[in-house]
């Protein structure tokens, strides 16, 4: 069954090599789960995936393996924890 809430949360685990991510509606239902390489393409697509209204990003490591994902999303302002 296919939610109707929309895109809450994005929940990131990096990796050196990828970045693993989860997307859930307020309810907390799955909507997509997706991995990608974890370069600046990668992002790319990750963010493409996510294009929609505002949502809290929640990413493992910002200091470290998610550092480029993290700064990338504050500098367009998005949500970060």
């Known amino acids: 069954m296919a939610s109707i809430q929309p895109l809450s949360r994005v929940g990131v685990d990096?990796?050196?090599?990828t970045l693993a991510a989860s997307?859930?509606?307020?309810g907390g239902v799955?909507?997509?789960?997706?991995?990608?390489?974890?370069?600046?393409?990668?992002?790319d697509q990750l963010i493409s995936k996510v294009n929609s209204g505002?949502?809290?990003w929640a990413i493992e490591g910002?200091?470290?393996v998610g550092r480029a994902l993290c700064?990338?999303?504050l500098n367009v302002g998005a949500?970060?924890?």
Do not use: K, S
């Open 79 to 81: 949500d970060v924890v």
């Open 14 to 17: 990096p990796h050196a090599d």
């Open 30 to 43: 799955e909507l997509f789960h997706i991995e990608v390489p974890n370069t600046a393409h990668g992002i």
């Open 62 to 64: 910002t200091g470290t």
């Open 54 to 56: 505002p949502v809290l």
């Open 71 to 73: 700064d990338r999303l």
């Open 23 to 26: 997307g859930i509606d307020r």
